[in-house]
């Protein structure tokens, strides 16, 4: 079993976008399981410092709730607060800031959760963009199998390697996508021995086709709301 030092070395290809590396990869007789374990322990440690600079955020935030409070009781003194009262005593702020106190605790748990999904969220990407470049790849021509593809594409996880900064409050990070589509790139390309611009569509075809998916999913959810509110009426 290969150390963690081995895993480490190996999860930085796709974020210095080693060409030897995914050669290397394509080659392993154990690129399927070392892949996942990549992608496996990137999503983790981006996991971990997400938890903790989310947890640095909270601290570091005034606390909400007395923020809401503040702001109900001005509104509670002002003139028009107190006209509507005047005309229908049973007006009340309250119901809205109700609502509003949990929507913010919603808000201040729902990075904690995405943070602790991190993981299992890198890995069906990871599998769901691997199957559909891989059946790309072999249509344009390409000879490496599937296995070869995941275990390729998974050091291109390696770009994830910047959302370690998301570890500083407040922090964020740009440019992931592009060195991670750079990376799959390298990766089919090395694991097909696809020609340049065949490995370039063999990249994007994966994007554009799950895009497309999400808005005929996005207007077929929309054209279902509408039926189930028309037959409403």
């Given at each position: 079993?290969?150390?963690?030092n ?13 060409v ?32 903790i ?14 923020f809401l409070?503040?702001?109900?009781s ?6 028009f607060?107190?006209?509507?009262q ?26 904690l959760?995405?943070?602790?999904m ?46 370690v ?69």
């Amino acid at each position: 079993m290969e150390s963690l030092n081995y895993f480490l070395r190996l999860s930085t290809a796709g974020l210095l976008l080693d060409v030897e590396s995914f050669r290397m990869q394509r080659d392993n007789p154990s690129t399927l399981r070392d892949g996942f374990v990549v992608v496996l322990l990137i999503g983790v440690l981006v996991g971990v410092a997400s938890i903790i600079g989310n947890l640095l955020s909270m601290l570091a935030m005034p606390d909400p709730q007395a923020f809401l409070d503040v702001i109900k009781s001005h509104l509670e003194r002002a003139a028009f607060v107190t006209e509507l009262q005047r005309g229908n005593p049973g007006f009340s702020l309250d119901p809205v800031f109700d609502q509003l106190t949990s929507l913010v605790d919603i808000l201040r748990w729902s990075g904690l959760i995405g943070a602790v999904m991190t993981p299992v969220v890198y890995l069906i990407s990871w599998l769901v963009y691997g199957a559909v470049a891989h059946v790309a790849a072999r249509m344009l021509g390409g000879e490496g199998s599937f296995a070869q593809t995941l275990g390729c594409t998974a050091l291109a996880s390696g770009a994830n390697w910047l959302a370690v900064v998301q570890i500083v409050p407040f922090a964020q990070v740009a440019g992931t996508t592009l060195l991670g589509l750079i990376g799959c790139y390298l990766g089919l390309r090395a694991a097909h021995h696809l020609p340049a611009w065949r490995a370039f569509w063999a990249t994007l075809i994966g994007p554009i086709f799950l895009g497309l998916l999400l808005i005929v999913l996005g207007c077929a959810a929309l054209a279902v709301l509408i039926a189930v509110g028309q037959g409403g009426r």
